[in-house]
């Protein structure tokens, strides 16, 4: 008789039956003979005994893991030894599960649900500072901006709809007067006219009512004394209450700064940096030196280095008041709104590494 016979696992042998008379028997003339109460132990097949239950976790692709949550429990006749032929299984394994419970998340729809969050507040921050605009600006003031920025821009339109002012608008040059002299006039290029509203940026300042004054960059410190009010965009807002903006911003800033006129910046919350910067020059980006001398006079490019930079770097104590889609917030209280929205881990990625 094989070692591995269902009737040794049974405990018992063919000599201890009572049917050794000396005639031919079957296994069901065994089985029969055992009484009503014994069973045939169950058949030993690699689908039913040590093979996993179709609703185990099924193993994919990297690409798709999102896409098949992994359950967090386990059938008992996926267990090791539940269906062994002795008909026994081992507690301490049929109790250890084999999925990890928190693995049953659909990251997937997580991951487009913060991606839509994403999108919702890029569309709508705009139109929540500009809120703020009938605060901020009252009528018969000299506003003075800088750049085409989106956000400035609606900021005055709104201010518009229930005031009368003066906007004079620096140019940029030579990096953004194009985009500033567009926005100016309401013309558009074939380029950009996609990704702008019609209803917004199709309607220049002047078709609100608002008197426009375009100036060359030279002109500023010149015309600071009348100007009551100076509203800039900006690229990046770092922790320390400063920011990076287009280039010519730290000028307008500082002539603002010896006129004693207010500065005020707007800026969506996404746009702050949990930074601290240390390096101010780190943080400027050079350009095209074409824009500002051009390669066919030639005699003096070999005499002189030109620098075109692209961004300026302002200090905190040049800005007076920060507008965001939250409300305004002075630069020193900039520390306490990172903190609410980065955690420390994000702030020191060294300790990560």
Do not use: C, W
């Amino acid at each position: 008789m094989s070692t591995f016979s269902p009737l040794r696992h049974g405990g018992f042998d063919l000599a201890e039956t009572p049917l050794g008379n000396g005639r031919d028997f079957t296994q069901d003339d065994v089985f029969t003979s055992l009484g009503e109460g014994f069973q045939r132990p169950p058949l030993l097949t690699s689908h039913a005994s040590y093979a996993t239950n179709a609703s185990a976790p099924m193993v994919t692709s990297m690409f798709s893991l999102l896409s098949h949550p992994a359950s967090s429990t386990q059938s008992p006749a996926a267990t090791p030894g539940s269906q062994s032929p002795a008909g026994r299984s081992p507690g301490s394994r049929s109790s250890i599960p084999l999925t990890n419970p928190n693995t049953n998340k659909d990251l997937r729809a997580e991951v487009i649900e913060g991606i839509e969050e994403i999108i919702d507040e890029l569309n709508q921050v705009d139109d929540q500072i500009a809120g703020y605009a009938l605060e901020h600006i009252h009528s018969n003031e000299i506003i003075l901006t800088h750049t085409s920025s989106a956000t400035v821009q609606r900021f005055l339109l709104k201010a518009a709809s229930k005031r009368k002012f003066t906007v004079i608008h620096a140019e940029s040059f030579p990096n953004n007067h194009e985009a500033t002299h567009a926005t100016v006039t309401g013309s558009l290029n074939s380029s950009t006219e996609d990704e702008m509203s019609t209803e917004l940026f199709q309607k220049p300042l002047t078709a609100a009512g608002v008197t426009v004054i375009l100036i060359p960059d030279a002109a500023v410190f010149a015309l600071m004394s009348r100007v009551n009010k100076v509203i800039l965009g900006t690229h990046v807002v770092l922790a320390n209450g400063g920011l990076v903006a287009a280039a010519g911003a730290k000028t307008i800033a500082k002539a603002a700064r010896v006129h004693r006129t207010p500065v005020v910046v707007v800026t969506g919350v996404y746009k702050l940096s949990p930074i601290y910067p240390f390096d101010f020059d780190a943080l400027i980006e050079y350009g095209d030196a074409s824009k500002v001398f051009g390669y066919q006079d030639g005699d003096l490019v070999d005499k002189v280095d030109v620098e075109n930079p692209l961004f300026d770097y302002v200090p905190a104590e040049l800005v007076d008041l920060y507008i965001t889609n939250l409300g305004g917030h002075a630069p020193s209280y900039l520390y306490r709104i990172v903190s609410d929205h980065y955690r420390a881990e994000d702030t020191n990625l060294a300790k990560m590494q």
